[in-house]
């Protein structure tokens, strides 16, 4: 049973630019939350989509937006790329009505360095 | 809104020692409470996770936690560690509030970096 996976899983971009990653849940979940994790930091959560809907959304600007689709799956997008969006961002996949009961299942993360 | 301090963001531990890597909460509502472990270049894997009943946790490669509510603490230990355990801890939480079905936002703490020394 695959887990998470992400793609791609590095890429360099130069300020300015446009940057879309893409994320597969775990078979069976219907939810999918993206972080940010910066180099010798602990993730920071950026939102959640459950339902093709947003759901709850951490303290990062409008920069950042996403979606879902209807097998699950989800984009993450970030436009006017700063130098300070370079991190590891992680996808995470859960069931809403599991009660946290089985946590989150992360995938390995994209590495994006902007230049 | 709630927090995660972990006190030491490296520990260096001789192989087969003992070693406790600490982790405090702060949170106005109940929680759960987690540890992940995440290897070089990878993502993380949950190691335990408490959600209520015995404050005493066990989970995956020999690793234990306990919570201390009176201390919103939730440390990890493990009486014995091998060449393998070398990797960044994190200690995560996550409030039961607004849906209580806990699937909420986690929040991490910064890391422990922990390097066993052969």
């Known amino acids: 049973d695959a887990g998470v996976t992400q793609s791609p899983t590095h890429l360099i971009k130069t300020r300015g630019q446009q940057v879309t990653l893409r994320c597969s849940p775990k078979s069976g979940h219907d939810t999918v939350s993206w972080y940010q994790q910066a180099l010798g930091q602990g993730p920071q959560f950026i939102f959640q989509?459950?339902?093709?809907?947003?759901?709850q959304r951490g303290n990062f600007p409008d920069r950042f937006s996403g979606h879902q689709f209807p097998n699950y799956s989800s984009e993450l997008n970030v436009n006017a790329l700063l130098l300070g969006d370079s991190a590891l961002y992680l996808c995470a996949s859960s069931l809403l009505t599991s009660g946290g009961g089985y946590g989150y299942t992360f995938g390995s993360g994209t590495r994006l360095t902007v230049v | 809104a709630q927090s995660v301090t972990q006190l030491d963001s490296q520990v260096p531990v001789f192989e087969e020692a003992p070693v406790e890597l600490r982790c405090n909460y702060s949170?106005?509502?109940?929680?759960?409470l987690f540890w992940y472990v995440q290897y070089p270049n990878q993502g993380l894997q949950l190691l335990l996770k408490?959600?209520?009943?015995?404050?005493l946790v066990k989970g995956i490669n020999g690793f234990e936690a306990e919570f201390n509510k009176s201390q919103t603490s939730f440390h990890l230990r493990k009486p014995s560690v091998h060449i393998s355990d070398t990797a960044e801890y994190f200690c995560a939480v996550s409030d039961l509030w607004p849906s209580n079905f806990g699937n909420e936002k986690l929040t991490f703490g910064t890391g422990t970096r922990l390097t066993i020394i052969p």
């Open positions: 408490y959600l209520s009943g015995s404050t």
């Open positions: 989509y459950y339902e093709e809907e947003e759901r």
């Open positions: 949170s106005s509502v109940s929680v759960y």
